[in-house]
């Protein structure tokens, strides 16, 4: 298991826990190692004996997140990290090169949410591998797995997540499409359905505002899926309009998928 597999960012708040439970199940479906990642930050003023009481609170709590972690999933790979300074940064650097990256919604001190300038959206923005955000009551549910699709290389592979997601849980993968273009939804999973033929795909058409379709279907799915960028959107743009709306809207958990 080279790699950090699945990386996991914990602070000790329930939405951390909630997101280490999924982001042990996700490292154990894809018998994949689990990085568990604590971020720490003394403050500028503080002393050296204060920063070392930091330090070590910081320690003790990723400890804890590793039990969890192995109780969650016995006889999993876990390592665990202790990154200084900011979160959303440390946990870009450590994810990259990893299969998936799965935070909370809602943590402690600056993992503040919503809001523009949170860990949450700096990670949807910026996060090289796909992101799954957990929410409070982020736990895996039945129903379809649900993923927007309009045309965009980066929802071409938002597909393709959801149905290995779906592969990985046994669920049935429903696709949005707003593209003008009739049959595109059944066009873009073509090779996913062929790679994953044993799960069951059906495909509608948004007929309002993308953003709000999908977060109708979401309150029926244990997971929305989403490309960060879509046609409409403009050259360099961190995080699309539709990506942004979703996360920083829905209730349940959803993946970003660059």
Not at 130 to 136: A, E, G, N, Q
Not at 163 to 187: I, Y
Not at 230 to 248: F, Y
């Amino acid at each position: 298991m080279g790699g950090p597999g699945v990386v996991a960012g914990f602070d000790g708040s329930a939405s951390s826990v909630r997101a280490l439970e999924w982001a042990a199940e996700e490292a154990a479906l894809r018998r994949a190692r689990l990085t568990v990642c604590l971020a720490w930050q003394d403050g500028e003023t503080a002393s050296s004996a204060d920063a070392g009481r930091v330090k070590a609170e910081a320690s003790r709590t990723l400890a804890r997140g590793v039990v969890l972690a192995r109780r969650q999933s016995a006889g999993l790979d876990v390592l665990p990290r202790l990154l200084a300074g900011p979160a959303a940064a440390g946990l870009l650097q450590a994810s990259a090169g990893a299969d998936l990256l799965v935070a909370g919604t809602r943590g402690t001190g600056n993992w503040s949410w919503p809001g523009v300038g949170s860990v949450s959206n700096q990670l949807a923005a910026s996060a090289s591998c796909p992101l799954l955000l957990v929410t409070d009551d982020g736990l895996w549910r039945e129903g379809p797995v649900v993923v927007g699709v309009d045309g965009s290389p980066s929802s071409e592979r938002a597909a393709g997540f959801a149905f290995e997601e779906a592969d990985l849980r046994q669920a049935p993968v429903v696709a949005l499409c707003w593209s003008p273009e009739p049959g595109q939804a059944e066009r873009i999973t073509g090779m996913w359905r062929g790679k994953y033929p044993d799960v069951a795909f059906s495909a509608s058409a948004a007929l309002r505002a993308p953003a709000a379709a999908l977060l109708a279907l979401a309150d029926t799915s244990p997971l929305l899926v989403i490309g960060a960028h879509g046609t409409g959107d403009l050259p360099g743009t961190l995080l699309g309009t539709v990506a942004e709306e979703l996360v920083q809207n829905t209730a349940h958990p959803i993946a970003v998928v660059r």
